[in-house]
């Protein structure tokens, strides 16, 4: 997988806007960029990916950059419940590792009220 | 929809003990993963499956076996438990989508394991 860096914790208040940012220096072309979240003690939860145009979904926006080595999760109205860990990442395409997800220490996101 | 299943969702071992961690998909997801997340670390990738009958090895798959006979469930086994197996154990599956970068995991609720 493409190495990512995301800073370790950010704070957000309640209602305000989270912006996580992630770099991603070394993607490739076919490789999309994917977010996670773990809310403490459960299992990963898919929150959005995307290629190279920017995506929003229910949960979340995604916003790449045009030359593709950073993105930003955005989450628009944050939550008490959107406290979790959020993962930045960019499996490989393609070959026998197709699918597979690494996952690094991510960014701690505390929302506060 | 269940999703992804996991059984137990608790477990005490001894050293030296084995088990047998089940988990199962209602999805008919050919992709099959097992995680281990220990304290304070992201997961880590134990095994793996791209479908009914066959597994790979992950990032660390020391002290683990695994099965995949029927396509909805993917079997963790223990043979020996040590204390270093102590930590939470997450299954995931997914139905790969090349023209999508289908990577969406789904997870189950995670299986947590000491060993003492």
């Known amino acids: 997988d493409a190495k990512t860096t995301q800073p370790p914790s950010m704070d957000c208040a309640e209602g305000r806007a989270a912006n996580l940012p992630c770099n991603h220096s070394?993607?490739?072309?076919?490789?999309?960029v994917y977010w996670y979240r773990q809310i403490h003690s459960q299992g990963p939860q898919y929150i959005i990916h995307?290629?190279?145009n920017n995506e929003t979904n229910e949960m979340a926006s995604l916003i790449i950059t045009e030359d593709r080595k950073s993105s930003t999760l955005i989450l628009p109205h944050a939550t008490l419940r959107d406290t979790a860990v959020y993962y930045c990442i960019v499996p490989n395409a393609g070959g026998t590792s197709y699918g597979k997800l690494t996952f690094g220490q991510g960014t701690i996101l505390t929302v506060h009220p | 929809n269940a999703g992804v299943t996991q059984t137990p969702k608790f477990r005490v071992l001894k050293t030296g003990q084995s088990m047998t961690l089940l988990c199962a998909q209602d999805?008919?997801?050919?992709?099959m993963y097992w995680y281990r997340q220990d304290p304070g670390m992201g997961l880590r990738l134990i095994h793996y499956?791209?479908?009914?009958?066959?597994?790979a090895k992950g990032e660390v798959p020391d002290g683990y076996n695994v099965s995949r006979l029927k396509k909805q469930n993917f079997l963790l086994g223990l043979e020996s438990a040590a204390p270093s197996q102590t930590s939470v154990y997450f299954c995931?599956?997914?139905?790969?989508?090349?023209?999508?970068?289908?990577?969406?995991?789904?997870f189950g609720p995670g299986t947590r394991l000491t060993v003492l």
């Open positions: 995931a599956s997914t139905a790969i989508s090349p023209s999508a970068g289908g990577v969406e995991q789904f």
């Open positions: 999805m008919n997801h050919e992709y």
């Open positions: 995307g290629l190279k």
């Open positions: 070394t993607i490739s072309g076919n490789e999309y």
């Open positions: 499956s791209v479908g009914e009958g066959t597994t």
